[in-house]
């Protein structure tokens, strides 16, 4: 049975420029007669993946390929511009750890919050918190605004709620570890557990030696359409193969200019 599904998943995405250009600017825009269309990007183009149940599937490709963004769309942040994306069973995205914290609450209350975020009930996530707080080390700061964490902090304890809450489906994007090597040993482990459970995993990273060890399958993403898709060994050669071509492509034009 699969975990996750996608079927002709095609996004389109404002630029950052369009981000920029607001009301004002536009109306002044058009009565100088120097409007213009706004610029949209594909960032994902016509992408079709089934995720089978317990597999573990590893994303690569070069920066801007659309890895993060697919990521996205798998777990709901975004949705796609055409096609249809599924995914069944409770997911647990660490992607931005602390995105959805509201600095001005308690930590314990974030707890609460980020849980009913990842859909589960709150008084669920008033019984794990204690257990929440113990793992990301961050006892002492249940009763202070989240503010006051670092960076680091913030991300611990993100951390420590998406992976502390049975999901069916853990998403990855390159945060295999946090915080110093103490609490990087407590989550490489956490995520070890899961690994070996019947837990579907979905990893961006750009470490292919453990892509190669670590994952069942993999596919290559370049430029949001699929490049490659298969076992974990095959894509991942395929990958450097091609990034072998083009250094050596880089390098013959480079000699060729200077002949």
Same mark, same amino acid.
């Given at each position: 049975?699969?975990?996750? /599904?996608?079927?002709?998943? /095609? ?7 369009? *981000? ?14 120097? *409007? ?32 993060? #963004? ?9 949705? %796609? ?9 409770? !997911?647990? %995205? ?16 974030? +707890?609460?919050? *980020? ?14 918190? %204690? ?9 002492? *700061? ?20 998406? #992976? ?6 853990? !998403? ?18 956490? !995520? ?23 994952? #069942?399958? @993999? !596919? ?7 490049? @490659? ?5 095959? +894509? ?24």
């Amino acid at each position: 049975m699969s975990s996750v /599904t996608l079927e002709h998943v /095609t996004l389109w995405r404002r630029t950052q420029e369009e *981000y920029s250009f607001d009301l004002k600017r536009r109306i002044f825009a058009l009565m100088q007669r120097r *409007y213009r269309k706004p610029h949209r990007r594909r960032v994902l183009d016509d992408v079709s993946v089934t995720v089978e149940r317990g597999e573990k599937l590893g994303i690569i490709g070069p920066n801007g390929s659309g890895k993060s #963004t697919l990521l996205k769309v798998i777990c709901g942040i975004l949705a %796609p511009t055409s096609g249809r994306v599924e995914a069944r069973g409770a !997911i647990a %995205p660490l992607i931005e750890l602390g995105a959805g914290f509201d600095p001005d609450l308690p930590v314990a209350d974030n +707890v609460v919050l *980020y849980g009913v975020l990842l859909g589960h009930s709150r008084e669920e996530m008033e019984a794990k918190t %204690p257990s929440i707080l113990r793992f990301a080390e961050l006892e002492e *700061y249940r009763s202070m605004p989240v503010r006051v964490l670092s960076s680091g902090m913030a991300a611990r304890l993100g951390f420590a709620i998406a #992976t502390d809450t049975n999901p069916d489906i853990l !998403i990855l994007d390159e945060v295999l570890a946090v915080g110093d090597e103490a609490f990087r040993n407590k989550s490489r482990s956490r !995520i070890e557990s899961l690994w070996r459970d019947h837990v579907t995993v979905l990893v961006v990273s750009h470490d292919l030696q453990f892509i190669r060890d670590s994952c #069942t399958s @993999a !596919i290559w993403l370049d430029g949001g359409r699929v490049r @490659a898709a298969g076992s974990a060994a095959f +894509v991942v050669n395929a990958y450097l193969g091609s990034v072998e071509t083009s250094a050596v492509e880089r390098l013959e034009r480079a000699k060729a200019t200077l002949r």
